[in-house]
């Protein structure tokens, strides 16, 4: 029998990703995408263990981030930063909703799903490019952090009003989830803080945070629901412990690279293996008038608020929230499962979501470069 050639693909993926991102000073989430983008459309097809992974990868994702978040930043600009986030959301809906409906032609569901799959900002595109530009402990890497936490908030609502069914699990999942996450701070943090786990070569505060978060992938299906937000929150909750705790810096720290390592990156890889170079062609136009509608929307309702909010920072803040990817590809994979999407139309949404997580992060960092905390009047 011959080996499965998948899993050294993936590793050589991973690998010339990261060499990639050393060699042009690009985030190393742009080339994971790029090449997920071209081994797709040369005949590889992601396998289940690699979907897992993946999914697992966006979850791990979305706790990091909320574990960069600080609390009492976010609550000292908290209408600054809900006008940020609050613009990235309703502009993009509304356009990408419009657009569909009445340029495409697409049905009333279709075109509400597109909508809201587009108005996301990518927690994961984020996440990536602040902590490899070294913003995750600047003020502005954590306000921006936020504003991505309140758009995908909105977003994740948004999709659960609209579509989805919930059902006994769902509550179940709301009720576990929920208790779980208001003793998770005083819990969690005495426990990753125990003396008898310090120094242990077998992680046992890593291997606990991935319980946990494979815990909210499980109720989260169970309830036909999504497990971002919980994850979020739960990365919130220990966003103190993480900063200053005992042992909590160097918890994240190892944290961050076992995930950094081969978890995230598939998640990357196998967002840009579904998009269909084919389907993009054939529907060029539609495509390209998609993602420049969407990226103006996100642009013009931004940065105006943005200006106030990141100060000098603007520009850079802005792109970055124009990225999509994360929630968007969850999204527009249940409209597809669901019947919503047909698979033009699901190829399209795809293709738009992957271009703006790799266009505007990389014109992020080559044009628009932070300036300094200590720079900032």
């Known amino acids: ?5 998948i899993p050294l693909i ?3 993926l991973v690998f010339a990703a990261s060499a990639l991102s050393l060699k042009l000073g690009v985030s190393v989430a742009i080339f994971e995408v790029l090449l997920g983008l071209g081994a797709g459309n040369l005949g590889l097809r992601a396998e289940e263990w690699m979907l897992y992974i993946a999914g697992f990868g966006g979850i791990v994702l979305t706790f990091l981030a909320g574990a ?7 609550r000292d600009n908290f209408r600054r930063a809900a006008a940020v986030g609050l613009g990235s959301f309703l502009a993009p809906l509304a356009a990408g909703y419009l657009f ?4 495409a032609g697409w049905s009333v569901r279709a075109s509400l799903l597109a909508g809201i799959a587009l108005s996301e900002t990518s927690v994961a595109v984020v996440y990536s490019v602040v902590t490899e530009t070294g913003l995750g402990g600047s003020r502005t890497g954590k306000l921006l952090l936020a504003c991505t936490f309140l758009t995908n908030t909105l977003t994740a609502l948004a999709l659960s009003l609209a579509f989805l069914k919930p059902n006994l699990y769902t509550l179940l999942f709301l009720a576990l989830s929920g208790g779980f996450l208001l003793l998770a701070g005083r819990f969690s943090a ?3 803080s125990h003396p008898a786990l310090a120094g242990k070569v077998i992680e046992p505060e890593i ?3 991935f319980f946990v978060l494979l815990a909210f992938i499980y109720l989260a299906d169970l309830g036909a629901s999504q497990a971002m937000l ?6 919130l909750t220990m966003s103190g412990h993480f900063a200053s705790g005992a042992g909590g810096p160097a918890v994240k720290s190892r944290l961050r690279t076992v995930a950094y390592a081969f978890i995230t990156p598939l998640f990357f890889i196998v967002a840009g293996m579904q998009v269909s170079l084919p389907a993009l062609w054939a529907g060029a136009g539609l495509f390209a ?7 103006a929307a996100k642009i013009a309702a931004v940065y105006l608020p943005a200006r106030r909010l990141f100060r000098a920072n603007s520009g850079y803040s802005t792109l970055l929230m124009s990225t999509g990817l994360t929630f968007g590809l969850m999204a527009a994979l249940f409209g597809l499962k669901a019947g919503y999407l047909d698979p033009g139309q699901y190829s399209i949404l795809t293709g738009v979501l992957v271009a703006s997580a790799v266009l505007p992060a990389f014109a992020a960092q080559r044009w628009f470069p932070p300036v300094e905390e200590e720079d900032i009047v």
């Open 1 to 5: 029998m011959e080996p499965d050639k």
């Open 10 to 12: 993936a590793g050589l």
């Open 68 to 74: 960069e978040v600080d609390v009492k930043l976010l």
């Open 100 to 103: 569909c409906r009445y340029g």
């Open 190 to 192: 005495g426990l990753l």
């Open 207 to 209: 291997k606990y945070v």
């Open 230 to 235: 919980p994850a979020f929150l739960f990365g």
């Open 289 to 295: 008038a998609l993602f420049l509608l969407r990226q």
